[in-house]
Nanobody, 124 residues
Framework: QVQLVESGGGLVQAGGSLRLSCGASGRTFSIYAMGWFRQAPGKEREFVGAIIWSGFTTYYSDSVKGRFTISKNNAKNTMYLQMNSLKPEDTAVYYC?????????????????WGQGTQVTVSS
């Protein structure tokens, strides 16, 4: 089992920045990739981006490319999501997830473990 805990959400004005963190514990050696997803009220869970846990390859959705950056610190078992130039439409609960299967995949059904989520609200 892998346990994931997100932190860093909050309220920010449009154009501002936030950094989310996702701490992993348990059988982290089983992780191939970690991803960020978000879900706004009344909408389906949406892929934000992902990173290979033992490497540096990243993959982003078009909606955040150029504004969001995923990074990690393997020594701390932590993944980060740096969000810049935030827009009101970025408002959502943000989740981190871990995938044990090889590949950088955008479908939430492919991920094995999930955190509890952290709220990000961007005011206009």
């Amino acid at each position: 089992q892998v346990q994931l805990v997100e932190s860093g959400g909050g309220l920010v004005q449009a154009g501002g920045s936030l950094r989310l963190s996702c701490g992993a514990s348990g059988r982290t050696f089983s992780i191939y990739a970690m991803g960020w997803f978000r879900q706004a009220p009344g909408k389906e869970r949406e892929f934000v981006g992902a990173i290979i846990w033992s490497g540096f390859t990243t993959y982003y959705s078009d909606s955040v490319k150029g504004r969001f950056t995923i990074s990690k610190n393997n020594a701390k078992n932590t993944m980060y999501l740096q969000m810049n130039s935030l827009k009101p439409e970025d408002t959502a609960v943000y989740y981190c997830a871990a995938d044990r299967t090889v590949g950088l995949r955008p479908s939430p059904e492919e991920y094995d473990y999930w955190g509890q989520g952290t709220q990000v609200t961007v005011s206009s």
